[in-house]
């Protein structure tokens, strides 16, 4: 087994709290709303991209950032009938809004992060085991902070585990 480098550590830091971010911008702004936000790290991912690697931004590219930003302040209400407002962190929507976009950097974070340890670990670790172990270690980071905060629902009986179990089974195989 390879020794774990700080690569690995920055993806499963990445990894966790991108959940624990999108798990909080769920809760507060919504499911839809979170995952879309979440998902806006194709727009960081790009600019990541042309800043370290220098990859050219094709005008396609940087419309569609444009365009996706423009839609996250539309989102986030930021644009009303009144014209421009005032973002306010006092609304808990507007509390997830921003979580969202944390979200969205911390996912293209450990997307990056991901692209690194591959090719560090080409040899000796298959994409696979590099997943399970980043997944594993962050599940472990989580669960703490779901007990230190209180937060963590377990399932009540041997019947509800097995459910546990299969869902994510099945998702995680033929999802």
């Known amino acids: ?10 993806c499963v830091s990445f990894f966790a709290l991108d959940i624990l971010s999108w798990h909080r911008a769920v809760k507060l ?27 050219r931004l094709s005008l396609r590219l940087v ?10 302040a539309f989102i986030a209400n930021i644009y009303g009938q009144e014209g421009w407002q005032e973002l306010s962190l006092d609304d808990s929507f507007n509390k997830g809004v921003l979580w969202g976009i944390v979200a969205g950097v ?34 472990v980071i989580l669960l703490a902070v779901g007990f230190a905060e209180g937060s963590v629902a377990l399932p009540p009986s041997l019947k509800n585990w097995i459910y546990v179990f299969l869902l994510g ?3 995680q195989v033929f999802g």
Do not use: H, W
Not at 1 to 10: A, I, K
Not at 63 to 72: A, K, N
Not at 115 to 132: H, P, Q, V, Y
């Open 63 to 72: 419309l569609g950032i444009l365009l996706g930003f423009i839609g996250i």
């Open 106 to 139: 911390l996912y293209a974070g450990y997307i990056f992060c991901i692209r690194l340890a591959r090719k560090e670990f080409e040899e000796d670790l298959s994409a696979i085991e590099l997943l399970s172990i980043v997944s594993l270690f962050s599940g």
């Open 1 to 10: 087994m390879p020794r774990l480098s700080s690569t690995t550590f920055g």
């Open 29 to 55: 702004a919504g499911a839809g709303v979170g995952t879309i936000l979440a998902n806006t790290q194709v727009f960081y991912l790009g600019l990541l991209g042309a800043a370290l690697y220098k990859e």
């Open 169 to 171: 089974g099945l998702a």
